[in-house]
């Protein structure tokens, strides 16, 4: 007879151990940092297509005058 047991470790609520610590405040820091530049890069990928690329992935133009 076998038994397989699994150990998980209890997860607990983000940030409960570390608060208030100067550890944490670099890591939340950094994380938006790069969450910044991630969407800069994005926001520059979409301006650097064309018109129409554009508008076939759904990007809505801010130019209510073309037509």
Do not use: C
């Not at 607990?12 to 969450?35: K, P, Q, T």
């Amino acid at each position: 007879m076998a038994i397989a047991l699994e150990h998980r470790p209890i997860r607990r609520a983000a940030g409960a151990r570390d608060a208030g610590s100067l550890s944490h405040l670099v890591r939340e820091f950094s994380a938006r940092i790069i969450s910044a530049w991630q969407r800069r890069r994005v926001e520059r990928e979409l301006e650097g297509l064309s018109y129409d690329q554009r508008k076939d992935i759904g990007y809505r133009s801010f130019d209510k005058n073309t037509r």
